[in-house]
């Protein structure tokens, strides 16, 4: 199982970024796939959460300014976020669950300058 995050960046308070997790290796169409973020010092929590079906769940914090969607023809799930803040800088990771499995990509960093 691989998958592979970009779109992070730097971006000014009230900028957007578009995130994607191409993934490889899993039966992509069928599985529930997640973002997470971890700030410096804190421990990682769900962002977003979208299942095989397409339907989706957001932490309370980004409801409204976070979008998450999948395109199952490329293997890839992706999380629109707009109207950021500063504390919404961390690094970025994709997660798929399989089984008893959890698995993780590199994780790309977003940093919001206020």
């Known amino acids: 199982v691989q998958l592979q995050a970009s779109g992070g960046g730097t971006v000014q308070a009230g900028g957007s970024l578009r995130l994607s997790c191409a993934a490889s290796g899993i039966a992509f169409s069928i599985a529930a796939m997640g973002w997470y973020r971890q700030a410096a010092g804190n421990e990682r929590e769900l962002v977003a959460y979208?299942?095989?079906?397409?339907?989706?769940s957001y932490a309370g914090s980004v409801k409204d300014r976070f979008s998450i969607s999948r395109d199952n023809a490329k293997n890839t799930v992706y999380l629109q976020m707009n109207s950021l803040k500063p504390e919404d800088t961390g690094v970025y990771y994709c997660n798929v669950v399989i089984g008893f499995n959890n698995f993780w990509g590199q994780g790309t960093q977003v940093t919001v300058s206020s």
């Open positions: 979208i299942t095989n079906d397409g339907r989706t």
